[in-house]
């Protein structure tokens, strides 16, 4: 059901609070906010939820977007790395290149962008689609926000971070959520439920279950065809998603998911903000403002940001010759914006 | 024991000849694709042959040697039968000479996650190159009419009474192969699993493409890490460790003689590789050196046993078993058996006491069976 969510409409997106959660319990897994509650933030572990600012939507969450930084280094985190081997006996002209997995950590200390859900049911495909898109760039536009700090100033507490942000996608499963490659592969080595351990644990439930999986890499052409044909796969379901982090300049790397084998995409912080065409700008407010289109932005660029002040908006906007970026004087008062705020800012397309 | 009843056949074991072709050309030619080390080839198998008794003839043992004997029926008046050759077996000095000899070695993991209250023991396949350099029992080919006879009895252990008395020229450790399971055409199940994803060939069209040559190529192709054995086919899994029906016989001598038969496997068709320190085998450490002496007819023979019986000689090697009596000092034996060593009167020779109350062993049958018993 549409609940006149509109694609033109003037968006927020924020910090969850507590208010939020119920209206996140609508799209999330259950078992997801058992395991951890989206109104606590930390400074590696961010979630941001996206609201429409409509009065008749009361700024219900509408989508929600989980940032997680320096990934790995409180729990292991653990990743297949698809590599390639190739066996060559020349003198009998044989030679074979095989895929290889094997498991690692390869994305230690990355930043992670997870939990993206939507309200589907409120939601048709078109409004998913950007407001899946406003997530992704609202998450990324954050990060290049304090990529451009001192780093020392974004987050004091926290270890220097490493620039790939990676996204992981869900792989190949049937109805019932069983994935083909986990029948082909980690079920011979945990037979245990894994529908209670995902209960129990979250998503570190493949932490834990990594510790029964082989060490060494497995040569993927002994899996059986079903498991070997799911790597790397992107379950149907997930096409939106897929096509915002496309969009933004994410690739799929050379990593998929434990249980599924689904595809981690990844994307280096500073190629992103090129392709996303993120810039600095100075804010110009105007009564009498006609927008060329739309932008995100985000207050505070370069010394003059605000590492604690994670409030982005998605606006009607226009960038003059100066390079400056001019806004009503409605949406300046409504978001608490100023002539001559500093900015960073991208072009969105809704 | 089902024990022949009177007048045994009497077996002799001697060192090939070149007059052997014809019967080693018999026993190659009836196994099947993988279960022998024999090339199913005349040019081939004379080669081997010459290569057999030139190692017999030097005394530059350069650890490349191979040593084929020949299993006969003992011709005489007293015995009957006749001279055809029933068996061959073979040693080489050296598995994998100047290169590398592959085998999987099973080993078991454990995982545990304590979170997940779980521990699994986890069996994998490690391709290795442990038995490089040790040396290998080859070949062992008997006529199935005699297969419960005790002329396979002889026909493998007298090879290691010969290792003994010549241990300068082999390895202070022993392995043989078996062949593992596989049907008619040559399919293994273990084959299909795995070496088939690298070479996308069936194992018989493997052994056409390498012409006989040193098969260490094929695990250049394999991979070098772990085969986890839960992810492999049922039937597949099943297969490593077992034997083919044709290897049972030759297996249950070597089980018997005390080898390891739990570490290693085949890395084409899963048969067991068992591997043991020659010291530590059964006849190598019964067997000690006494003097042969013939009995004359008017002996009373007591306290017979039977005792394999092996010349010292290198070129002239041979090896009976026979009932004897045996002191410290000797071994009384019938001249049947005194003659077919061809020793001298107090000529020393070495000697080893076989169970033969604890195998399963009948008079020969009458007619020839079509399938032989067959070791690598």
Redesign the interface.
Known sequence: MNMGVTMNAVWQVRLAKSEDIAALSAFLPPATLELSDPSEHQADDQWLVAVPMAAALQSTAMGCIRVRRNIGLDQPRYWYHVGC?V???P??G?F?R?R?LLIGNDYTGCTELTDIATHDRKLDISQRRMLTRLLVRSALLLLHRDHLLPFSEANPSLPAPTNKIIAGLPGLSDDLGIAPFWQ??GR???A?DIRL?QAR?GALWL???A????R????A???NESAQAAIGCVHADAAVLQDALTELGLRAGEHVNLYDAGPVFEGDLELLRRVSGVYPRTLVVQADFEASGWCLLVKGAGSDADASNAQLCLIPARVNFQGELLISDESAQRLGLQAGDQVLAEEFKP | MKLMSSAPKRFLLRPCEPEDLPALERFAAASPVGITTLPNNRAALADRLARSCHAFATDDASGEEIYLFALQEICSEKTGGSDKVIGISGIAARAGFSDRFYSFRNEFVV??????G?S?R?H?LHLCHDLTDVSLLISFHIDAAYAHTLAPQLLSRARLLFIAQHPERFADRLAAESAGIADDNGRCPLWD??GR????MDYPAVER??GGRSKS??A????P????V???PEEAQWAIGQLHPVAELPFSILLDEGFDTDTYVDIFDGGPTVQERIAMLKTVSRSRMIAARCAEEKDLIPALSWQIVASSALGQFRAVLTQATTTLEEVTLDRVAFDALGVMPGERVRVAQLDVADLDVREVAPTDMPVNEVSR
Do not use: K, N
């Open positions: 081997v066996h060559a006996a003198d009998l044989l074979h095989q290889t082909g592969l011979h080595f945990y245990g351990a644990f932490t834990h279950v510790a029964l999986l082989p060494h890499p497995l040569v052409s002994l899996l | 995982h545990r996650s304590s979170a997940l779980v699994t986890v994998t699993a795995v994803r690298f070479f996308g493409l390498t190529f094929i250049d192709l394999m991979p890490s772990p085969v986890y839960p992810l492999l």
